[in-house]
Every structure is written in structure tokens, then in C-alpha cells.
């Protein structure tokens, strides 16, 4: 099988005024990132968003690159 790696840019909008948002944000940059990947990760994970995505395709199957 031939795979194609490529990256999906998400935004994520955050409420200046709650107080996880503050944590968050009083991280370095690098973390903040890491941080809302994983969470982005996880929840795709749980609601099987993968196996809806591939469940009716015939010619790729979508998953999540393994860590280099």
C-alpha cells in the first residue's frame, strides 16, 4: 500500500477569559501545540471520526501517521 502523508491546519479559538484557556496560554508555544494535538488526537479517537471517514471509502484509508 502507498501512503501520503500530509498535515491538516486547524485553529483553535480560545475564550481569553476562562481560566484553562489562561493555563494554556501560559505555556510556551511549543506546548500549547503539542497540548491541543494530542486533545484533537484523542478526540477523534473516541467518536470513531476515523472509521466514519473510512467506512464508505473504496481507494484510502485515513489514519493517523505514527510518531517519528
Request: proline residues 1%.
Amino acid at each position: 500500500m502507498i501512503t501520503i502523508n500530509h498535515t491538516v491546519n486547524l485553529v483553535a479559538e480560545l475564550d481569553e477569559n476562562n481560566s484553562t484557556t489562561k493555563q494554556l496560554l501560559a505555556l510556551p508555544s511549543e506546548a500549547q501545540v503539542y497540548i491541543l494535538e494530542n486533545v484533537f488526537k484523542q478526540a477523534c479517537k473516541g467518536v470513531s471520526l476515523l472509521e466514519h471517514l473510512n467506512e464508505n471509502n473504496s481507494f484510502a484509508i485515513i489514519k493517523f501517521a505514527e510518531a517519528e
